[in-house]
């Protein structure tokens, strides 16, 4: 098929090439004429403009605008509203919140446009591994763009099949590796949350290592601390344990080039979905204590002592006279 | 009543003292000659060893222990005992680990001793409003330290007597301001919750205050800022409101000096009983994670940088090639 | 002065008789008319619709609006506004979510009308102790209603002051129980904190006292198990010890009733506050697992197994081949 | 090798199944004689008691101590020991705690003894998959069983390379699947921290689908609720995403059996370890809320309403005269 892709970040620029490795077409377009150029030089047609976009794409039109959640994609999405004709298809496959696809798609639908929210993992492992993709849009819509879709997913691949799974009772698409999560906004949603998890897990393993870690400690007793190697144990537990993931496999990686991490510092970003998972919870008034400590601790990672911290030291010194001794 | 006070700090010094206005005798030992001499100026006896302690008291001879738990109080306690006649009595008045005080009872029931462990409440504002306490130990030995005990205590004061409270059905100690808790350890039992609670409540306030606080930060939309007057909060909340609590009273205090508290850095040490009363509710399978997440939030505060918050940059470099933008 | 008070539940009728006790007049309304003559014949002016009340306060006229948040004061003060006249002062004294406020302060002010956040702590005995108030608005309109907020506050009364507070350089109107916070909003969002903060206090007693009770559980070693008095422990802390508060002195109550607390189940709600408290914290970028883990505690009372324990069950069993033992 | 394996559980029965198919020879013991019968038929020499085994063993002897933690292994240990002659080793390759190993191996050492510490994880898919091991030892003994360590792990199998690993500076091990931790007590120390992280992992996998099958629930508005596939979404995240990982395939095939999970009534039980991983992180003052809020889901997931929740209930009635509403 023929598309433009808007947006020809790390993101944007990895899903095209795989696209025309799938046989695709591509209309790049980019803020950036240097990523344009680029992406040209990779097989795709250049676009100076969304109006040049258009222009070279057929009806009904595809667009997949792969840019940054906020205004910068609301105001994207609004201008190639503007210039589209009845029948074209707007795909969002950054990291936007839910509810504005909801949103969009409504208003979409008003111009007689579809709306399509693609939530992508993967990474810049993408490229090779492909793209694990959850979709919201409509049936018709989601059939149409099926061999996109297949193009840009990892493919059953290697992976063992799920024992259990009567695959002639249920949507094939899964185990290629993408699926039809539900109606639009659906698939920024289970996207949402399986960030949401994504933190969780990574804290997980973070704690824990920072406990094994901490075992040489020498505010412990002599005869109780050890002095492990991280990085055979992380590379042992990918090995047959009950933890093995992809995500241990990463840390893996790290810890063989050096065992300290002394690359980095600890000051952990979150995007928006972390907020989004916590923000689903209390709205549906469920617990989730481990998700929402994970995201707790990024902010913390990026305070040096919180405010609170300092109300602590104050009744503690108004109460017992307790004066503050830094470790 | 004569007793010996054994530890003359902050807490033991002032102990002795609001005795000995309440018409006490002390014995008074610390290994500092200089804290013995300024107890003497007081009205003590002094005492240069704990033989010297023994000799200056009648039988049963009262031993009131006032140092900091572990090994300091471990050895003193089995250096008394060693040189105790049949009867006497030995209190913990320090805040030990409540099944030292059970394994300890036991070793001195064996030598005809018995022993008593006292959590106390109040900090340094106990010598003006009396010490709060939680007792541990046999009845008739309760009954019998009963006069020093509400000398210490604050007394029911002008504090409201508690509806619904039937009182010739009830022991009149809680009123007054002490609990014979149960047997030996039952006393520094309940003062470990009381202390467990106490970090809960006070991180409960210093994250609201950071709330508060944060209120004003340019990361927030400028229509949705407030600039708070911290100090008038914790003011008004002391009037009426449904979290007012010595601990606030203290914040205000605090606040009204220095709204910026920026005589605190943030470092927090945390005591033993915090960490206690966790291994408690891990024992009885109890969750909690207020108490928890509030002695959690002390450690963090003396790091600069988990180990853990490394692991997370190095996973999300591995994934996502994200570069920590420390902010 | 002169106002009209819209909604007469628990909260509104207290509070207009309250302030009629203090010499203001009170003109009642309510959709419940049975309501509107109880307060007639507590003094009140009666109405039977805002166009009446309108009709009986004079320029500029003060609607004191008591609903419940959401909807119904969001109508309500819309139906004020249309037929207020320019000068007129609507004050919401419910528990709306700050940026409502925000939002309709402006709308009001586009129609040349006042409006006034009022956050109030104090529950059901605010009639007797008056009401602790948070106040958005501006500098004027706050001058302005000064007399009702003092009538309505609980004054200084005999709460020691603050040490270290200058009383020549500070609002006088903490001490009286009532703080202008900043504009229209910020009253609401200093309550919303409040709460926040009071869901903390009350989940660290809760886990406190779970821990006392749960130490007599034949799960333990017979000798560390104890049999504690909950309801003398809660009295004797109210005196001189660090945790004391308000809060506690509920608890002293309840437990002075009925130490096991069967009249209540444990399912606990949770109201806005909590969530929006949350919110703030994520929108801010503070940690706040205290808080949370407080207004997770209620969601979970509510459930009797989460989804996400079966999860745990199902992964277990497939690891482990375990099989679920009810305790 | 020949080595005696005591305890033909689930777990020891298997391994002592995978060693004889790798060419070691078992004398088999457990106190159930059926255990052993059921053995002897898989090709194991059986054994009637601990003197028996040794008997039936060359020196020095190897045994394999494959029993549950606590009072039997410490028992079972004990015994073997009486009747063992200098040099031989005793395996414990269950769950202990690693304090009790350290405390063992100098009790054993004194008798010229060897102990070694395996912790396991693999469940029981371990005979097919190989268990990952965690190792405790001295280097010699260590080296003396390297022969048993490789049949019973994994290998390296279809597992890609850890890239930048450096294989001539590494002990090989870990790529085969088990590693020597360091000296008695590391390798359960290992794979206590191991099981910390399962409970964190399976916490956030749980709490992830909890929020997925919740969007569903009609307190939220109509246009916002989704009806998602959990078996689609865990199947097609192990397909490239961030979060694969063995876990996710164990819920995938529980979901693709019964999307529901009807079979499981959410009772999670808990081992020592998750606990004994939370007293390690006190013990060096490391947080970890995730992994502590992950054990008291469990605790939680165990307990109709804890006594907690019914002092929140009393004390929303004490200030507010709230009554519950149970939903």
Redesign the interface.
């Known amino acids: 098929m023929k598309l433009g892709m808007i947006g020809l970040g ?1 993101m944007g620029g990895n899903m095209a090439r795989r696209l025309m490795q799938g046989g695709h077409q591509i209309v790049a377009f980019d803020r950036d004429p240097d990523a344009v150029a680029k992406l040209v030089a990779d097989g795709a047609e250049g676009a100076a403009s969304l109006v040049e976009v258009r222009g070279k794409l057929d009806s009904p039109a595809i667009w997949w605008v792969m840019l940054p959640a906020g205004a910068i994609t609301e105001q994207t999405v609004a201008a190639i509203a503007e210039g589209a004709k009845a029948g074209d298809i707007v795909i969002d496959g950054g990291n936007s919140f839910y ?1 504005d696809d ?1 949103r969009r798609a409504k208003m979409l639908a008003d111009r007689g446009l579809k709306y399509v929210d693609v939530g992508t ?6 490229l090779d ?6 979709i919201g849009g409509d049936d018709e819509t989601m059939r149409l763009l099926d061999p996109v879709f297949e193009t840009l ?5 290697k ?2 099949r ?5 695959h002639d009772k ?2 094939p ?7 039809h ?3 639009p ?2 698939g920024h ?2 996207k949402m ?2 960030n ?20 040489s ?1 020498d ?2 007793p002599e ?2 601390r ?4 991280l ?3 992380a ?23 050096d065992s300290m ?1 002394s ?7 979150d995007s928006g979905e972390g ?1 989004w ?46 004066t ?4």
């Not at 993992?121 to 993408?126: A, D, E, I, P, T």
């Not at 690359?263 to 970003?269: D, E, P, R, W």
């Open positions: 790390r509810k909801i993992s993967g990474g810049v492992w993408g591994r492909g793209y694990c993709m959850m997913a990892p493919g059953a691949g992976i063992p799920t024992p259990g799974r009567v249920v949507d698409r899964a185990e290629k590796g993408y699926i999560a539900g109606p906004g659906a949603f289970v949350v399986h949401g998890i994504e933190y969780g897990l990574m804290q997980a393993y973070a704690e824990g290592f920072d406990i094994l870690k901490s075992k400690s505010k412990l005869d109780e050890f002095d492990l190697n990085t055979d144990i590379e042992v537990w990918r090995r047959g344990s009950v933890i093995s993931s992809w995500l241990l496999d990463l840390t893996a990686i790290a810890l063989a080039k991490l690359q980095f510092s600890g000051h952990v970003a907020q998972t916590i923000d689903a919870a209390m709205e549906e008034k469920v617990p989730a204590n481990v998700l929402t400590a994970a995201l707790f601790a990024r902010y913390r990672s990026r305070i040096e002592h919180t405010f609170g911290d300092q109300v602590l030291s104050a009744m503690r010194f108004g109460f017992g006279g307790h503050e001794i830094p470790q």
